[in-house]
């Protein structure tokens, strides 16, 4: 059994590198040094950063811009430990990353945009691109400046031809994911009034639900980010009018009042929300739900009940942004966390569809105004073309 797996899992690593060899090359980092004299810089103090592979053909004035995920941090100590990694300090970032999914080069793996400009921006300020902290603390260096990291880019990127995009989109993964749900009309108010722009969220739309021990740990945890980089006055003005300035992080209670168009990729059993808001460990002090968080093939009865539950919590959620042919919407039934930059997941004959389109499809036909798409799944486990993700004891991504 051990070995079947460990076979399957070089296999699919096999499958993987052998795509990405087929589809992009490395792309090199660019530091937007400019951006120290304005206070825009990572935790550590560092320039951001970002890798764009430039657009060619008739996609030479089209971009596709995609904010990196990679969580949050909700104090200073969080921090402290952040500002050391790669999600802290653009010292710490590999120079050059492959382009896949979404952000490959070529027809046969990106059929819509791979010929556009396509920019991945860094994430090394902990807050999906909010804070703005002035003062800095001596003892701790630390710079919570999220919200000028991002306006710092795209000036950048504005400068670099992006000021005559004829075509725009903005997107992001996880907290990237989150991010371009908050700045989607502020990225839209950069760009010329003719610009056609809309943005796409791929598993950004983290729920506020109460986790297996009944508490409101994603709340909580929420609130202490936008505290720790005070991030209020950079979330939306018509959603802190109406509430606390922490729920305004969570799209059920935001997303309805974007008016650039929206695109919402997510897995209706996302991986990373079962394991960190469903059941994250200080709910589950005994492991009853580690084997089940490692593989869904794992979870128990009881457990796949309560996560059936929250599925449906992330349905209802979704209902507030309206039906809108502005809308779009591709919430499989598969155990997985970001989709759009695994070429496995965005454009291959076994990616996961909804009514037999594969996710790459139906974001290009709502760009284009094709075809709308606003489809969901059916429960766990119907969809026979998902790709369920597994992990390792450490939390690591096995597939």
């Given amino acids: 059994m051990i070995y079947a797996r460990f076979s399957h899992l070089w296999l699919n690593l096999l499958v993987v590198g052998l795509v990405l060899l087929k589809t992009d090359g490395l792309v090199g980092i660019t530091y937007v040094q400019n951006a120290v004299a304005k206070g825009a810089v990572c935790l550590d103090g560092s320039p951001p950063a970002y890798h764009w592979d430039r657009g060619f053909g008739s996609g ?7 904010l990196e995920g990679g969580g949050w941090c909700n104090n200073v100590t969080a921090c402290l430990e952040r ?8 010292k710490k970032m590999a120079k050059h990353l492959p382009f896949s999914g979404i952000l490959c080069n070529r027809p046969q793996c990106n059929p819509e945009f791979y010929n556009w400009n396509r920019v991945k921006v860094r994430y090394c300020d902990g807050s999906s691109f909010t804070g703005n902290v002035a003062a800095i603390n001596p003892a701790t260096n630390l710079h919570f400046r999220g919200a000028r990291v991002w306006l710092a880019v795209m000036e950048d990127l504005l400068a670099k031809g992006m000021r005559n995009a004829e075509n725009a989109i ?16 502020s990225f839209q108010a ?3 009034l003719g610009t056609k722009v809309k943005c796409l969220s791929d598993a950004g739309y983290f729920i506020n639900v109460k986790d297996v021990s009944g508490a409101s740990h994603i709340e909580s945890y929420f609130s202490q980010v936008v505290a720790t980089h005070e991030s209020a006055k950079n979330l939306l003005p ?21 008016q650039t168009p929206l695109f919402i990729i997510n897995a209706a ?20 739900w580690e084997d089940c968080k490692y593989d869904i093939k794992n979870c ?27 809308r779009g919407m591709f919430i499989d039934s598969c155990y997985a966390h970001c989709q759009t930059e695994m070429q496995e997941f965005w454009f291959m004959a076994k990616s996961p569809a909804l009514n037999k389109t594969r996710i790459a499809k139906a974001v290009g036909d709502w760009f284009y105004d094709r075809t709308p798409f606003q489809t969901i799944d059916c429960p766990y486990p119907c969809n026979p073309t998902c790709r369920n993700q597994m ?9």
């Fill in 269 to 288: 059993y996302d991986s990373w929300q079962i394991r960190n808001i469903l059941a994250p460990a200080d709910a589950d002090p005994h492991g009853i």
């Fill in 60 to 66: 030479i004035n089209s971009w596709l811009v995609h």
């Fill in 391 to 399: 992990y390792d004891r450490e939390h690591n991504l096995q597939y």
């Fill in 300 to 326: 128990l009865p009881s457990q796949l009940m309560a996560m059936q539950a929250f599925r449906s919590q992330i349905l209802i959620s979704l209902l507030r942004i309206g039906k809108s042919s502005s």
């Fill in 170 to 185: 903005l997107s992001g993964c996880s907290a990237g994911g989150l991010a371009s749900i908050l700045h989607c009309d």
């Fill in 83 to 90: 500002k050391n990694t790669h999600l802290g300090s653009s």
């Fill in 238 to 258: 018509s959603c802190t009018s109406t509430m606390r300035p922490a729920l305004c992080f969570f799209p059920q209670y935001m997303a309805q009042r974007i």
């Fill in 190 to 192: 950069l760009l010329p």
